[in-house]
């Protein structure tokens, strides 16, 4: 048997009922001059029918690109670029799995970070802005 904790077991039976897990939307995508339909996600940017690809393998999905405006020598330099992507038919160690491409110095070098990982990165940046706050805190005026 099964005990859920009082706050569950308090709703009608209604809304406990999982709903099916969201299918991606299927859009065009060209390969080799052949128009073929791929799944694509919510979170995907990417104009699948504006590039023709050589190989299925070449299809990655990308998310909308983020990045943190920094400060330097008097200009601005984008740092922390990031993004969600996927190459879901290449059978590689992911397994075509999404990722966080993580681009921290904004020169191109990236990172691949699965979700734990992206997860612990952003708590270290969290605790890391945290500090930054309680030095400027600190100045002297
Ligand atoms: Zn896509």
């Not at 029918?49 to 070449?58: G, N, R």
């Not at 590689?92 to 491409?101: A, F, N, Q, S």
């Not at 990236?110 to 940046?125: P, S, T």
């Amino acid at each position: 048997m099964t005990v859920l904790p009082p706050t569950l077991a308090q709703q009608p039976a209604a809304t406990s009922v999982t709903p099916p897990p969201v299918s991606p939307r299927l859009v065009a995508a060209v390969v080799r001059g052949q128009r073929i339909a791929i799944p694509c996600f919510d979170w995907c940017v990417r104009d699948h029918s504006k590039e023709d690809l050589a190989f299925l393998e070449d299809l990655s999905h990308e998310g909308e690109e983020i990045a943190l405006a920094a400060p330097e020598f008097g200009g601005v330099t984008e740092v922390l670029v990031a993004s969600i992507r996927q190459w879901p038919f290449v059978n590689d160690e992911d397994r075509g799995l999404p990722y966080l491409g993580l681009d921290a110095t904004g020169e191109g070098e990236a990172e691949n970070l699965q979700k734990g990982a992206a997860l612990a990165f952003a708590d270290q940046l969290v605790a890391h802005a945290a500090r930054i706050r309680q030095l400027a805190e600190n100045m002297p005026d």
